[in-house]
């Protein structure tokens, strides 16, 4: 219950706050009011002998994170993929955040696996490993099946983890509360809506048939990508709990040495890792939104490998365009498009001048094509990019934050593998590629195809429809039944869908 006996758990947060120096951190990244700071030190500064002291070799904020338990990790976690809230410097801080905990004992983990599939550990792994991996919310293990002797990793929720979670997002929940009431000039922060972001990604990863149906889901969009593998998930093997899947055998991706030894080309290897992303974020609108170097191998024939489906990307089709559009605009350096892109997509406000945009486009995009490849940055791109937009007054699309910070981070992985890389050559390809098949001719048939599939379904109410619509146009004025201007839009839509019946008719 989000009620006063939270002010407990509020208290030893900000104490532990205060003493390990995030106090000041954390508010200045949220720009907050007189008001909330004061009320911040008040909860924290008495009471600092409370606080955790956590590890001094940590910056302050992650520190005091890591410090206070699992919950406020995975906190960190997600609000370092919204640059739009905490400020880019806070977001790059905790981005370092450590996932690595105190693991739980094997036996808690294969007692588990058992209460969860229903059978003893021995009927099903022959070997069942000490925790290879230990994150905020479960830990994996290595087993071999008994049946086939296949290796798998299993992937098991920590004990109780569901219990302490929902305690501290109800004390999360409390305290965006307080703020909302005693410092109304911080709900421009909206701490609610924070909270809540955060809540329904936990809740997610609290149930592991969910990350589960993302790999499959995943794994049926990519399955003609080449040089691209996933782990199979063993349905039978998984649960609420417990995630089985193929082992991922392969080389670190992060390990330059042991690849160079292997005698893998990483020039190719950062060339495909870039386009795979763009690919999966353009083509399929859905993506692996967390592809650090820790959820990527290398297999030995070139392939690359991706796991930890916990945290994924979802775009639909109309932003793709947009998006695809907006980077092929500066692919080609066309700023006036670009700019036409945003009013059209109504990113921009309609009463800003399109002119003036484009040319404050054209400084960020002219400046980055005199670069050496080296330097040149999709993920700084949009960065500015969304910096001049909030200038023109474009509210914060979230979707696009995130795939703003996994381009970042995709673009990271690319430079370790191959410092020279050209982002815009191998983005080029991919982006064009869309553009021709989703805005050119093909994609005015299929856009066609698709809205013929679903006057199709409802064909039969179409008479009835535009019926009921032309009676309620006759009613007098005085009829208290439909507002007029309804009335017309019905009338408007039910004409209009009659006439695309006939039109696709005489095409198809």
């Given at each position: ?5 939270n ?29 909330l ?26 520190r ?6 699992p ?13 739009d ?16 905990l ?13 209460r ?120 039978e ?11 991922a ?25 870039l ?116 200038r ?83 009613q ?25 019946t ?7």
């Amino acid at each position: 219950m989000r009620g006063p006996h939270n002010i407990i758990r509020l208290i030893r947060t900000g104490a532990t706050m205060v003493r390990t120096g995030a106090m000041n951190v954390v508010l200045d990244a949220f720009d907050a009011p007189a008001p909330l700071r004061a009320l911040a030190y008040t909860l924290g500064w008495p009471f600092q002998w409370l606080g955790y002291k956590g590890d001094p070799e940590m910056p302050p904020a992650t520190r005091a994170l890591t410090a206070l338990g699992p919950a406020y990790i995975k906190f960190g976690q997600v609000l370092s993929t919204r640059p739009d809230v905490v400020g880019e410097d806070m977001a790059q801080q905790l981005r370092v955040l450590q996932d690595q905990l105190p693991p739980f004992s094997r036996a808690e983990a294969m007692a588990e696996v058992e209460r969860e599939l229903g059978r003893p550990v021995n009927e099903i792994f022959s070997e069942f490993s000490d925790p290879i991996a230990a994150a905020s919310i479960a830990q994996v293990h290595r087993a071999r099946l008994v049946e086939t002797g296949e290796d798998v990793a299993v992937k098991v929720l920590r004990p109780g983890i569901e219990r302490a979670f929902n305690k501290d997002v109800d004390a999360f929940y409390f305290a965006a509360r307080i703020v909302d009431l005693f410092a109304p000039g911080a709900r421009r922060l909206r701490p609610m809506d924070v909270i809540e972001h955060f809540d329904g990604v936990v809740q997610g990863e609290l149930d592991l048939r969910l990350e589960s149906a993302a790999a499959s889901e995943f794994a049926a969009n990519t399955t003609g990508d080449t040089g691209f593998q996933l782990p199979q998930i063993r349905w039978e093997l998984s649960a609420r709990r417990v995630m089985t899947m193929g082992w991922a055998d392969g080389t670190a991706i992060g390990d330059n040495a042991a690849l160079d030894a292997a005698g893998h080309d990483r020039r190719i290897l950062g060339e495909r890792v870039l386009s795979l992303f763009l690919n999966h974020a353009l083509r399929d609108g859905y993506f692996h939104a967390d592809m650090h170097q820790g959820n990527m191998k290398v297999a030995a024939n070139g392939d690359i490998i991706a796991y930890d489906f916990g945290i994924m990307g979802h775009i639909d089709e109309y932003t793709r365009r947009v998006y695809a559009e907006i980077l092929f605009g500066f692919i080609k350096r066309d700023y006036k498009r670009v700019a036409e892109v945003h009013f059209e997509a109504g990113y921009v406000p309609a009463d800003q001048d399109v002119d003036e945009f484009a040319r404050a486009i054209r400084a960020v995009g002219e400046p980055i094509f005199g670069m050496d490849a080296s330097h040149i940055s999709m993920g700084n791109l949009l960065n500015y990019l969304f910096e001049v937009t909030e200038r023109f007054g474009m509210e914060t699309r979230t979707e696009l934050i995130l795939l703003q910070r996994t381009m970042v981070v995709v673009e990271g992985v690319a430079r370790s593998l191959d410092p020279r890389i050209n982002i815009w050559e191998v983005a080029h390809p991919v982006v064009e590629d869309y553009i021709k098949k989703s805005i050119g001719p093909r994609a005015v048939v299929s856009d066609l195809m698709k809205t013929a599939k679903v006057l199709a379904r409802f064909g039969p109410r179409l008479p009835a429809l535009m019926e009921q619509a032309l009676i309620a146009q006759s009613q007098p004025p005085s009829s208290k039944k439909t507002p007029p201007t309804r009335r017309r839009a019905a009338l408007l839509g039910a004409v209009a869908g009659a006439l695309a019946t006939l039109l696709l008719i005489q095409i198809f």
